[in-house]
Structure formats: structure tokens, C-alpha cells
């Protein structure tokens, strides 16, 4: 990724080079339209320089969207066992707080929180609550 960062530093450092224009300018629009308009690049080569720094600079921003949202998946499917508070029979999803969706109504205990998809980790809350002698809400 940072040679892409390289890359289009490089080519903004080359255009520099190039003066811009208005667009009104460039195409000697006539009356009634002025000389205004957003600033552009004249020679072709520099139109086609800035593309391509703007199309890599997309692509990068998506690139590094694309790996956090695998990172925060990625961070969902590591384990965490849900949580008791003072409200009995209820256990909490450590990601999201909600005590709603970790077990069915019919008891069965659920793979993953259904408000925000944490994968829960049953076996480390059984093994907390026998350590604690105790029998969990769950
Ligand atoms: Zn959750």
C-alpha cells in the first residue's frame, strides 16, 4: 500500500509542473458564459497523470476500507463468553451489551450475539461459572 501512496505522491510532485486553467478558459467559451469554471489541465499527458492519481488515491481508499472491515469481522469470530448483570436470567454480549439475542426462548444457546454477530464462547462462561460453583443463568 505505501508504494501506492509513493506512486501518487510522485505523480502529484510531477504535475506540479503543469499549470491549470479555468475550464472556460481552456475552451475560449463565448458569450454568455465567461471564463470561469473548475481549474483543469491543459495538456493531455496532465489530464491524464491526474486521473490516474485520482483513480490509484480511490482505489487505496477502498483498499483500506476493504481491510478494516476484515479486521472488524475478524475481531466478531474471536470468542468472548457473554456476561451476567444484576438482571437474573439475562446474559449480555460483551461486543454490543444486548441481553436479547444470545439464547433462543427455548433455552438453546446461540453461535453468535444475533444483534451484532459476536461469536460467543459458551465454554469459557461454563468454565467460569463452575469455577465459581455456581450454576449459570445460561
Ligand atoms: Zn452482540
Given at each position: ?85 444484576d438482571?437474573p ?43 465459581l ?6
Open positions: 500500500m505505501e508504494n501506492y501512496k509513493e506512486l501518487v505522491e510522485q505523480i502529484k510532485s510531477f504535475l506540479s509542473q503543469y499549470e491549470k486553467v479555468r475550464y472556460g478558459e481552456m475552451v475560449g467559451a463565448p458569450w454568455p458564459y465567461d471564463h470561469a469554471g473548475p481549474l483543469v489541465y491543459e495538456e493531455p499527458e496532465a489530464v491524464l497523470l491526474d486521473y490516474a492519481s485520482t483513480s490509484i488515491t480511490e482505489l487505496l481508499a477502498r483498499a483500506v476500507a476493504a481491510e478494516a472491515a476484515l479486521e472488524r469481522e475478524k475481531s466478531y469470530d474471536t470468542p468472548l463468553p457473554p456476561f451476567d448483570d438482571d436470567g439475562v446474559l449480555y454480549c460483551q461486543k454490543c451489551g444486548s441481553g436479547e439475542y444470545l439464547e433462543n426462548d427455548d433455552g438453546n444457546r446461540n453461535e453468535y450475539c444475533g444483534q451484532c454477530g459476536q461469536r460467543i464462547d459458551w465454554a469459557a462462561y461454563d468454565a467460569a461459572i463452575e469455577a460453583g455456581g450454576a449459570g443463568v445460561g
